[in-house]
């Protein structure tokens, strides 16, 4: 059975980074890319960024583009994401979840909230 | 920047069909058969229900169905349960920078 199970909820003051892990089971681990997608308090859900995890190429939203940075450890079955520059508008629960083709994602991990506050 | 439009909220009797609509901007939904819907229920992650427009993944029922027509596509739910409250988004394809392009929701109340 396909699970994907992250890290738990951070706070953080705005300035600051953070780092959400995404560890998957249950398939083959580096056939599937995983996208990485967030919704804040009233949003729609926002797609940020995908990583191939056969190769670690990365494609990102033009939106988070400079200030994150998805990575893998395909050894240990996980996939990293690093938010940089935190302003309070990145208070959101975080999401990784598998690709399924070219545009969906068949399996999601339970979310991480991030709290930005000063 | 291209959006996704659906209906804040869509509500209906149990049994009864409820359709919500997504309307795409330029090089969306009418431009890719890459189409997907998602249910969100309180607390919980985003579930898959539909794909490429029609496609339904296994173990979601046969009550969902999903349509296309120029730049809007559709999700239909069929017998309207209450368990099938919660709030659903479609997405598109909107290019390679951004292969995951979501609606803004919409809230699904069984009356």
């Keep these: ?118 | 920047q291209s959006v996704l439009t659906q209906p804040d909220s869509v509500s209906g009797s149990p049994g009864q069909s409820i359709t919500i609509s997504c309307t795409g901007a330029l090089r969306t939904i009418g431009t890719y058969n890459l189409v997907s819907w998602y249910q969100q229920q309180a607390g919980k992650a985003p579930k898959l229900m539909i794909y490429e427009v029609t496609k339904r993944p296994s173990g979601v029922s046969n009550r969902f169905s999903g349509s296309k027509s120029g730049s809007t596509a559709s999700l239909t739910i069929s017998g309207l349960q209450a368990e099938d409250e919660g709030d659903y988004y479609c997405c598109s394809f909107g290019g390679t920078t951004t292969p995951l392009l979501f609606g803004g929701g919409t809230r699904v109340t069984v009356l």
């Excluded at chain 1, 780092?19 to 859900?45: D, K, M």
């Excluded at chain 1, 033009?62 to 200030?67: A, E, L, V």
């Design chain 1, 1 to 118: 059975q396909v699970h994907l199970v992250q890290s738990g909820a951070e706070v953080r003051k705005p300035g600051a980074s953070v780092n959400v892990s995404c560890e998957g089971s249950g398939y083959s681990f580096t056939t599937y890319s995983i996208h990485w997608v967030r919704r804040a308090p009233g949003q729609r859900l926002e797609w940020m960024g995908w990583i191939n995890a056969g190769n670690g190429n990365t494609e990102y939203s033009p939106m988070f583009q400079h200030r994150v940075t998805i990575s893998r450890d395909a050894s240990a079955n996980t996939i990293y994401m690093e938010l940089r520059t935190l302003g309070l508008e990145d208070t959101a629960v975080y999401y990784c979840a598998r690709s399924l083709g070219r545009a969906a994602a068949d399996y999601w991990g339970q979310g991480t909230l991030v709290t930005v506050s000063s």
